[in-house]
């Protein structure tokens, strides 16, 4: 709890800049901003006459609790994302984020070369220049966070946000009061559901 408690206290005076690769995962977006900011309005469309019995939310709030995502406990919070070549319209979504964001940032990287990032590149994995690629957009990532970042002490954590899991913010901040000033990796495996024993990753991030 100590650890905790000291995480919450650096939190509460420092920048947290969540950066994250993004690639046709419109699905996620929302996900992923659960995973940031605290739900600004768990009932979106109130009814004025509510039916004393109501069915159960088909789509209900996943993060109404803000104990649960990163802005509260931040100073500061930034999210940086570099994306391209979305056919499913998450670039689209991104933007509306960013422009909807209160509290915090949310700036999508643009590309010199080509608006709207359309850099024609293939499919992440699949395309001939393969694991290369992705680092090359991880660089061009780091590269617009040091440039635009406001603060220079800035913490940053790396999300893979295809993956659509969520994190524990108290979990950050435990890491963050026992490893204030280190680079921090986390990676999980969790079994394939209907599978025989395979594994797929859970989630990864980084904290430094």
């Not at 901003?33 to 009932?43: C, I, M, Q």
């Not at 996943?62 to 994302?81: G, R």
């Not at 960013?98 to 990032?117: H, I, M, N």
């Amino acid at each position: 709890m100590l650890h905790v408690e000291q995480g919450v206290a650096l939190a509460a005076s420092s920048t947290i800049v969540v950066a994250a690769l993004a690639r046709d995962i419109l699905s996620k977006v929302e996900l992923f901003r659960l995973n940031v900011e605290a739900s600004p309005n768990p009932n979106p469309n109130p009814n004025p006459n509510p039916n004393p019995n109501p069915s159960p939310d088909p789509n209900p709030n996943p993060n109404p609790n803000p104990n649960q995502a990163l802005v509260p406990f931040w100073k500061t919070t930034e999210v940086v994302v570099f994306e391209n070549d979305s056919v499913d319209g998450t670039r689209e979504a991104l933007a509306a984020w960013a422009a909807a964001a209160a509290g915090y940032t949310v700036r999508v990287v643009e590309c010199e070369e080509s608006p709207g990032c359309r850099l024609k590149h293939g499919i992440w994995y699949h395309s001939k220049q393969g694991q290369n690629q992705l680092a090359v957009y991880r660089n061009r990532l780091l590269e617009d966070v040091l440039a635009h970042t406001s603060d220079p002490k800035a913490h940053l954590l790396v999300m893979d946000v295809d993956l659509g899991v969520s994190i524990s913010p108290l979990g950050v901040l435990h890491t963050l009061g026992i490893l204030p000033n280190a680079a921090v990796a986390a990676s999980g495996r969790s079994p394939k559901p209907t599978s025989v024993g395979s594994l797929v990753r859970l989630s990864w991030l980084g904290l430094g």
